[in-house]
């Protein structure tokens, strides 16, 4: 499958619909389409229905955390130093923030090919964490859109049924995300390393103020 | 009762034992689990009870399905956190005397889960377990030893005196507080009667552990 022919495809279909095609740089090169959430779920439709690609299987749906990004870069400025111009070097910090994101894997029973990829974005990873949800064109994404929901907190609008799913319901967290801070409890391990030495330091230190 | 003057009796074919004994051997000889699984180390709990192991060679070949009527409840497999709850009040509905064979590297400690977030560190923060059985999963071999090694701990039951079981002391609770589900965690995280580790910080990090002796 061609995803640029997909891409237009899907532009000549659905009016006034923004795609972006991802690139994934690894040996799999399996791209991967970013679409709109104001038209996902036409896009969506489009995709199940059309007859030559009849994407009509949804097999997996999952979530990805992106953190907030600062990039810092060398910028030349024109400044006066002693009354002369010159050029100096400046840092620029600029933050881009971060956002949720799902992925979806739609493969044809039909014709027998896939997987195309599709991700939905959210505005930012605070408080615009909403997207359309799929689970009426794909009945499969209904469970799986749900864990995104408990793990990763996007709110999906228009799932039928969106609780949680592992986690129990007065939960508050979402575990999955990048900066989920789990309670302390950690409790001795004979060979502590990595991730866990980092607790097992914490625990010391926590035990020393008492 | 003197041993050799039992065995001096017993040669003059007179048998004597004691209601302890009885007690005891009854006990032991008919302890009826739960029925009750929750991850793959049920599988192997299920295999146990089947034709090539056959754990009714020991008396226990009768898995009870309601609380009321079991004796042992054994914890096999994986205990989420949101499961616990669960665990603690059926383990709170059998009737004493009650045991507990937490099967497996989750139940005794949240086995490879052990730093996940939905995974509770051991099923002995909430019950008091009787015997622990590592591996993932354990082999029915492993949990027929355990079954046996409860049948010893049963039969060195002692009515009375200081060392006689939980559920003959008035004192001793018989049921253990059901954790709730919190905000963040299960509330308490634990039950620190029965579960306490004290810390001892050594100056690489690694901090070492030690459980503090439980009596039971």
């Known amino acids: ?210 | 009762m003197d041993s050799e003057l039992k065995m001096e009796l017993s040669r003059q074919g007179i048998f004597t034992t004691t209601l302890e004994d009885l007690y005891n051997w009854g006990r032991k000889s008919s302890v009826w689990p739960l029925t009750f699984g929750l991850a793959c180390c049920a599988i192997e709990m299920i295999a146990t009870t089947m034709a090539r192991y056959d754990l009714a060679r020991f008396g226990a070949e009768v898995f009870r399905p309601s609380p009321r009527q079991a004796d042992l409840m054994i914890v096999a497999g994986t205990v989420t956190k949101k499961m616990a709850p669960q665990v603690v009040r059926l383990y709170n509905q059998m009737p004493e005397p009650k045991y507990v064979i937490a099967m497996g590297a989750c139940a005794i400690s949240g086995g490879p889960f052990k730093q996940g977030y939905n995974v509770l560190k051991g099923i002995d923060r909430y019950i008091p377990v009787d015997v622990h059985i590592p591996g993932c999963p354990p082999r029915p071999e492993a949990l027929m030893d355990a079954f046996i090694t409860l049948q010893k701990k049963i039969d060195a039951q002692s009515l009375t005196g200081k060392d006689r079981p939980r559920y003959l002391n008035a004192d001793e609770p018989s049921e253990f507080i059901v954790p709730e589900y919190g905000a963040h965690d299960l509330e308490p995280p634990k039950n620190t009667k029965l579960w306490n580790i004290i810390y001892k910080a050594t100056p690489n990090g690694r901090a070492t552990g030690e459980d503090e002796p439980r009596k039971d």
């Open chain 1, 1 to 210: 499958m061609n995803l640029e022919k997909i891409k237009s495809e899907i532009e000549a279909a659905v009016l006034g619909c923004r795609l972006q095609i991802i690139v994934n740089g690894s040996p799999s090169g399996q791209h991967s389409l970013l679409l709109d959430r104001k038209h996902a779920f036409e896009v969506a439709k489009f995709l199940r229905d059309d007859p030559e690609l009849q994407l009509d299987y949804c097999s997996n749906a999952t979530g990805v955390d992106w953190l907030d990004t600062e990039t810092s870069q060398k910028v030349k400025v024109k400044q006066l130093v002693d009354g002369v111009e010159q050029e100096v070097e400046e840092v620029r910090k600029t933050r881009t923030p971060g956002y949720l994101e799902a992925v979806y894997h739609l493969y044809s029973m039909e014709k027998k090919h896939g997987p195309l990829v599709i991700r939905l974005r959210t505005e930012n990873r605070i408080d615009q964490v909403t997207v359309p949800s799929l689970t009426p064109i794909w009945r499969s994404a209904e469970f799986q859109e749900r864990e995104i929901f408990d793990l990763y907190g996007i709110i999906f609008e228009g799932h039928s049924d969106l609780r949680r799913i592992l986690m129990w319901d007065g939960f508050e967290d979402h575990p999955m995300r990048k900066d989920y801070v789990e309670p302390n409890d950690y409790e001795y391990e004979p060979t502590p390393h990595d991730a866990v030495l980092e607790k097992s330091i914490q625990a010391r230190r926590i035990e020393e103020q008492r």
